[in-house]
């Protein structure tokens, strides 16, 4: 399955993905930044170029006012989905400004609840989301993941393969019930029969 890999203006860490032919590579303003100085060409470059500070030589930009309602990282996922893309890893998208952070969140949510998949990635941590189904994890034994609903009660909720087990349970925002969990060694399975989890995972 093909990607669309997005490289937003936030922290880096040391991941750096191997982009395959018929991949998409979007650069997201200072995004743009990042990805030359890994010696990286993106297929596309969106934004109103205010974190980069200037318009890049590119011969495909997408620029938008710097007055706007969505931030650049969402404009270059509306730029990969109507491109047909429907799996997403955002790079750069953790860490810097917390308003940015939960705003790529709260972008993830809105992604999974098309149907489409997703995963930000930024310095120590991973996050990805599930709605309405499973998701299926490997993770060393004692890697720590966390497991929250951010938005309306999540029901259903059964926790696999973790060190902390959940059997058809309802999370709710007011609640960090899924806070600081761990693999076992072998898949972590989360369901969730209704609702949207979002799935932090930390990394080296």
């Not at 990607?3 to 860490?13: D, L, Q």
């Not at 709605?131 to 060393?140: A, F, K, S």
């Not at 902390?164 to 806070?179: K, N, S």
Request: hydrophobic fraction near 35%; charge should be negative; glycine fraction near 14%.
């Amino acid at each position: 399955m093909s990607i669309c890999y997005i490289f937003a203006s936030g922290e880096y860490g040391k991941e750096w993905p191997d982009i395959q032919p018929g991949d998409l590579s979007i650069a997201a303003d200072g995004g743009y930044a990042q990805m030359q100085a890994h010696g990286v060409d993106p297929d596309l470059v969106v934004g109103d170029f205010d974190s980069l500070g200037y318009v890049p030589p590119h011969p495909h930009i997408v620029r938008h006012p710097a007055e706007k309602d969505d931030t650049d990282t969402a404009l270059a996922l509306s730029e990969g989905w109507s491109r047909g893309y429907r799996t997403f890893h955002i790079y750069g998208s953790l860490g810097g400004r917390l308003d940015h952070t939960l705003a790529n969140v709260q972008l993830l949510c809105g992604l999974v609840e098309q149907g489409g998949q997703g995963m930000l990635v930024g310095p120590g941590m991973t996050v990805t989301a599930v709605h309405n189904g499973t998701l299926e994890l490997e993770g060393e034994t004692g890697r720590t993941l966390s497991i929250f609903c951010l938005g309306e009660p999540a029901h259903g909720v059964t926790l696999e393969g973790v060190k902390y087990p959940l059997h058809g349970a309802t999370m709710t925002v007011q609640v960090p019930l899924g806070v600081s969990n761990e693999f076992l060694g072998g898949p972590a399975r989360i369901t969730v029969e209704r609702g949207t989890l979002v799935v932090m995972i930390v990394s080296d």
